[in-house]
């Protein structure tokens, strides 16, 4: 963690503390990589973000899920099994649609169990499978990493409402490279609040990463144009802008929007190579369709579905997967920058509906 030692000792901390930085922070303490917790060891970038250091953040951020889910299932059965009839099927049903995964996908999970198991006593873990397998083909998606660029630094745009968590993520994502041996430089873009320029340099300064930041109100294109060219210029692999959640209308943001992916694409080619959609778990399936906008007009490449950790209705990412056509590629399990991890199918069913054995 020497890393991290170099922070110089920070401002006065009340308005970072209205600008949602965690409360742990302000107090002077800054809580990295799974302090404290049992998977600490293993807990921020092993090398390609695999091993488990993710997989326990992600259990972690699916924990009120999971238990929910489990609990609820388990009911569903007596000690000698349940029949599969209309009553077991309706209860089953229920139980799903509380995750948020959407009528559709609660009704097809429930016809595979009942094209399975109908008019048959069954166990638990049987049912498990069959709601698991039902998940699995529900997200059927491909496991995308970042696009790194081929030559230059590899450029990624965050873009999503206010407040969805973009610049906790960017920080996160930020700390994962650097943590991976990569060199990072933060672009403020969000020009529009001041606070939210100085929760990204607060951030820069904890990770180890350069941070370009531009007049306040200035026009974020040209921050951009500026990271992107100290990004270049100082060797840098991975140039990561934030950007307004709002601006006073949709058009006009993404306009900017539009215009920042002109500026970066004419200075490196490709670029930008990633536009991250960040999403709140937390806002359901309403937060989904507010974000549709952004993911058409943006022409995002991946998600990040931020604050898993705060809902027990994390089943949301199967609508999301289905709406976006677009892969989940993070998510957000917390608000240390540990608390962030890749996003598998396999691990998200593990993590959501463990077997028997493993709870
Ligand atoms: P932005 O306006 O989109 O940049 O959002 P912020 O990054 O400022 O985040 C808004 C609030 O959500 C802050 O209080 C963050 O600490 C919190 N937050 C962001 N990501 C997570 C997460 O994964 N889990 C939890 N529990 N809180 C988060
Ligand atoms: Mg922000």
Redesign the pocket.
Known sequence: MGLFNRRKDRPATSERAE????AAASQGHVPLAGEGSPDAHDAPGAPGGQGGGWLASLRRGLKKTADLLNTDIRDLFKKQGRLVDDEFLRELFAILIKTDMGVGPAGEIRDRVQRDYRGRVVQMDDVLQTVRQGIRELMAQQDEPIAFAAEGPTVILVV?V????????IAKLAYRLVAEGRKVVLGAG?TFRAA?VE?LTIWAERIGAEIVKGPPGGDPAAVAHQAVSRAAESRADVCIVDTA?RLQTQVNLMKQLDKIRRVVGNQVPGAPHEVLL?LDATAGQNGISQARGFSEAAGCTGIVL?????TAKGGVVIPIRQQFQIPVKFV????KPA?FADFDVERFVAAMLPASSDR
């Open positions: 600008d949602g930085q965690p999503g206010n407040g969805s968590g973009k610049t906790t993520s969000d939210a929760q959640g960040v931020a604050k898993l950790d705060g957000g399990t917390g608000e608390d």
